[in-house]
Nanobody
Framework: VQLVESGGGSVQAGGSLKLSCSFSGFTTSTYCMAWFRQPQGKEREGVAIKHSDGSSAHVNSLKDRFTISRDNDKKILYLQMNGLKPEDTAMYYC?????????????????WGQGTQVTVSS
């Protein structure tokens, strides 16, 4: 299994970024996936989940600005982030779990990407 994130960068407040996670080594019919983020010096936190049946879940505080999607043919998981704020600054990680449904706890995931940095300036 391999997960490779890309698309991070520096952006001004109010801007948008679209993160990508290219995945291989498993099928989405049996794996669920998620985006997490970890601000410097803080714990990793869940952002959005994509279950194997295609349904999604987003953290309430972010659901109006962030959207998770997945292209099964291209094997890419996306995170569209709009209206970015300085508090969104963090390392963003893609994760996969060998189960049809994902949860918010980091310990339940089997595989992680290396992360992509998002920095939002005011």
């Amino acid at each position: 299994v391999q997960l490779v994130e890309s698309g991070g960068g520096s952006v001004q407040a109010g801007g948008s970024l679209k993160l990508s996670c290219s995945f291989s080594g498993f099928t989405t019919s049996t794996y669920c996936m998620a985006w997490f983020r970890q601000p410097q010096g803080k714990e990793r936190e869940g952002v959005a989940i994509k279950h194997s049946d295609g349904s999604s879940a987003h953290v309430n505080s972010l659901k109006d600005r962030f959207t998770i999607s997945r292209d099964n043919d291209k094997k890419i998981l996306y995170l569209q982030m709009n209206g970015l704020k300085p508090e969104d600054t963090a390392m963003y990680y893609c994760a996969a779990r060998s189960a049809p449904f994902c949860a918010w706890n980091t310990g339940s995931y089997d595989y992680w990407g290396q992360g992509t940095q998002v920095t939002v300036s005011s």
